[in-house]
């Protein structure tokens, strides 16, 4: 049977400021990917969320980032690579010592926001968060855009390395993801979504905004969870999927063999 992952960012709730509904969404995904203070999330947050994880048998992974609590991690922040690397170092043992109190484990890494988009094309700060995931433990997978820089680095530094794709998000012709900037950028029909997803778990394409085809091929697809209405358009994804005979299940919860994407790296 095919199968797919589904992952979201969770955990991203700050003290009393509370974004997205986790134990909804853990319900539906494979994989939670957890905020660990950086960008978002406190530690009684994060370990409310893992253990929500460890309850639904979704596999955690760390959602690193910059230290950009103000900008939600969406800002560049441009720090030595030594520096983000004791960062990055930093974020997944927090939140692998919240996993293991939690009973379960950190299995992956995941950047978000400015990070996730700086290392695609960066060489500097992307080797910087491949050494750090080695020093903290090489096991960890990462999960990044086709195409990427950091992908490339953490491949020949022998990490396992998946790919993503993004189930709400429109394509430019050119593989990229549309600015969120820009009209149409972000997709709020979950109907649509659904239709998309499965176009490329099956076909291995995504229609872009101008309604050209783009080649796209994904270990695992991201619906956003502080989208408007995120859970039951995930929801409806899913039911999609297992109704085309599809499993979701996650991209890191295998055989550690991974697999390689051809599509050209796409910003968040």
Request: one cysteine or more; proline letters at 3%; charged letters at 20%.
């Amino acid at each position: 049977m095919t199968g797919i992952d589904l992952n979201s960012d969770m955990g991203e709730s700050f003290g009393r400021w509370v974004l997205g509904d986790d134990t909804a969404l853990l319900g539906v995904v494979s994989s939670a990917n957890v905020a660990c203070g950086f960008h978002a999330g406190d530690p009684a947050g994060m370990l409310r969320t893992v253990g929500y994880a460890a309850a639904h048998g979704v596999t955690v992974g760390a959602h690193v980032a910059y230290r950009d609590l103000a900008g939600f991690g969406r800002r560049y922040v441009d720090e030595t690579p030594g520096d983000l690397a004791a960062d990055v170092i930093y974020q997944i043992g927090a939140l692998e010592g919240i996993a293991a109190a939690a009973g379960t484990q950190v299995k992956y890494v995941k950047p978000h926001g400015a990070l996730y988009n700086r290392i695609a094309i960066d060489e500097r700060h992307a080797a910087a968060v491949v050494k750090a995931i080695k020093a903290v433990d090489p096991s960890l997978a990462l999960l990044t855009l086709p195409g990427s820089v950091v992908g490339r680095l953490a491949e020949d530094a022998g990490l396992r390395v998946f790919r993503e794709a993004f189930a709400d998000r429109a394509y430019t012709p050119d593989g990229h993801l549309v600015s969120r900037r820009e009209s149409g950028a972000v997709i709020t029909d979950p109907e649509q979504v659904a239709a998309r997803v499965l176009s490329m778990v099956e076909d291995g394409t995504v229609t872009a905004i101008d309604g050209s085809i783009v080649r796209l091929h994904a270990d695992s697809v991201c619906v956003h969870g502080d989208s408007p209405g995120a859970v039951a358009m995930a929801t409806v994804v899913r039911k999609a999927l297992e109704h085309a005979g599809i499993a979701v299940r996650s991209f890191a919860a295998g055989d550690g063999s991974s697999s390689s994407v051809s599509t050209k790296a796409a910003k968040s």
